[in-house]
């Protein structure tokens, strides 16, 4: 398709973000009012991420997700030697390089609870406004599709795209995630995702 490009083998990648972002909203919009597509429909595991919204109850005007995680239970986790020593070490090494381009990176567990945050500094302080932090919950069942619960729901590295988010507050940002597998047996251990501007989405961003 001409109107869009693809990050390497990776997911899709609006050509035009800010036409995308209409289109993908005019479909929310029916969506949520009606419980039907219409238009343009979105990529089928968002389609499918979308129903599951709507059966479990999790309503599209959610502001913010809950919070999960104590300090000691995140310090814990990053104490471990699986993920959070060594993930939290590979996300501080990235910050300079994050730090200037108006993204935040996190890493979460299997459970889709961030542990661990680093990036743009102000922007952090907006998208902790959305619990985008350690200790919040971002399991597609609590947030619906995002940068952290569907690379963890569908087993491989996806972006989801300003209104693909099921609610409506998380429309704004863009969301690059890759699960984390344990060596050897491949198990999912966690996820690293990237986040930022939805009208800015870029492949080098997906790359990184």
Known sequence: MKS??????GPIIPAHPAQALSEITRAWEAFVASGEFRGRTPRPHIARAWQRCRELGISPLTERTPTVLSQD???AALR???LGSVGRQVLDEFEAAVEGTSHVIVL???EGRIIHAAGHRKL?????RLNFMPGGAWAESVAGPNGVGTPLAIGRPDLVFGSEHYCRD???WVCYGCPVRAPGRGRII???DLSGPAAKAQ????AL
């Not at 492949?203 to 997906?206: D, E, I, K, L, T």
């Open 203 to 206: 492949v080098p961003a997906f």
């Open 73 to 75: 239970e995140i310090e």
């Open 124 to 128: 952090q302080r907006y998208t902790e």
């Open 190 to 192: 966690g996820v690293v």
């Open 4 to 9: 869009q490009r693809r990050a390497a083998d």
């Open 170 to 172: 998380f429309h704004p």
């Open 80 to 82: 471990r030697e699986d």
């Open 108 to 110: 979460a567990d299997a």
